[in-house]
């Protein structure tokens, strides 16, 4: 490797780019009204649509549990030798973006590696924190302050360690059902329009989303010994005329107990890294409660970024740009993401823009 590749890859930074999300009842609705920004959705409705917030005193989980991957990727950085400092930004709450880039900027930094909190391809997954990136570098500018340099890390829904994270912890539930239930392995990752998925990677490979969740399912399963599983969806918002990737899991779940007999399952939540609220509201709370109902016993998988092998996976990924390192993938779906300053994957990539053509031209 020569001093210029050197050069170009070494990092001042990490910065650990999420969603946001509340950390009080005061500040739900002003956290929704972010996330739904120019929809013109009233007041009132965003406090319905808040109840599982509120539910949990105003609390979501997902801010706190970045800070225990920053946490555990600070250290397993300094393990192996790094000296990289770790800022963290939300798009939609605070700690925002711009605050976070602020302050890099005013300690000196120029150029930093971009931690997404997804593992996924896809608009909402992967294309909109590259959006997030050009609006950062479009604030610096505003404010008159030094450009900072960002590298997207690509996605890692195949890498080994995220996978055998994953298939550990299906091994250790699988170990909860008591014996002579009749159990079913479901896969489940947050839904999306389907249109949105249809349009979701480059040209000639779209889809990227659904097929890297199945894919990662698929190689999950296998670690696991797990051979019949299903894959379902959840989370889903929005009209209910809008076609999303289904099957819903509360609705599958509901199925296979009447048509098979399925008394038990054990969920792995595989399209989160964290159990933020998609996972103790929509799992933990709204599927319990309806399979106890239907007398279903329920096994939650845990997630895979509070453990040692996520924070690992990340030194990893930086260190595949830093001393370009060959890619680690245990998949045959396409893997991109690793971006410069928000450029896109690939050409046509995730253009849910597209979509918007036609009804603007019919109006």
Same mark, same amino acid.
């Given at each position: ?79 192996? !030798? ?14 925002? !973006? ?10 000196? $930094? ?11 391809? !896809? ?46 912890? $299906? /091994? ?27 349009? !979701? ?18 190689? $999950? ?113 396409? $893997? ?17 823009w597209s979509l918007r053509k036609p009804a603007a031209a019919a /109006?």
């Amino acid at each position: 490797m020569t001093d210029a590749q050197q050069h170009a890859r070494s990092f001042d930074a990490l910065l650990v780019l999420s969603f946001g999300g509340p950390e009080g009842n005061e500040e739900v609705v002003p956290f929704l009204e972010n996330v739904t920004r120019g929809r013109g959705i009233p007041r009132e409705r965003l406090e319905v649509v808040g109840e599982h917030y509120f539910h949990f005193g105003g609390v979501s989980p997902l801010n706190q549990l970045n800070r225990e991957i920053i946490d555990h990727v600070e250290t397993k950085l300094k393990k192996r !030798g790094h000296n990289l400092p770790i800022y963290f930004g939300n798009r939609n709450w605070h700690p925002f !973006g711009t605050e976070a880039v602020e302050q890099m900027a005013a300690d000196g $930094v120029r150029n930093v590696a971009v931690l997404a909190t997804s593992a996924w391809g !896809g608009y909402s997954a992967c294309r909109q924190y590259d959006e997030d990136i050009v609006k950062l570098r479009a604030h610096l500018e505003e404010k008159g302050l030094p450009q900072i340099e960002f590298t997207k890390i690509r996605q890692f829904f195949d890498h080994p360690k995220f996978i055998g994270e994953m298939a550990q912890a $299906v /091994k250790d539930a699988y170990a909860k059902i008591p014996e002579g239930t009749q159990a079913r392995m479901l896969f489940t990752a947050h839904s999306v329009p389907t249109a949105h998925d249809n349009v !979701g990677g480059g040209e000639g490979d779209k889809n990227i989303y659904s097929r890297q969740v199945a894919e990662a399912s698929r190689l $999950v399963a296998e670690a696991a010994g797990i051979t019949d599983y299903d894959l379902v969806w959840q989370s889903r918002s929005g009209s209910p005329k809008t076609p999303w990737l289904e099957p819903d899991i509360v609705d599958h779940t509901a199925e296979i107990h009447e048509k098979n007999g399925v008394d038990a399952v054990v969920v792995c939540p595989i399209g989160f890294i964290s159990d933020h609220m998609e996972v103790v509201w929509d799992l933990d709370t709204e599927l319990q409660q309806a399979a106890d109902e239907m007398g279903v016993i329920v096994e939650r998988t845990r997630t895979a970024g509070p453990t040692d092998a996520f924070s690992s996976m990340v030194v990893d990924l930086i260190e595949e740009l830093e001393q370009e390192k060959p890619w680690e993938s245990l998949g045959d779906v396409t $893997v991109q993401g690793c971006t410069v300053n928000g450029a896109p994957c690939a050409e046509g990539c995730c253009d849910i823009w597209s979509l918007r053509k036609p009804a603007a031209a019919a /109006k």
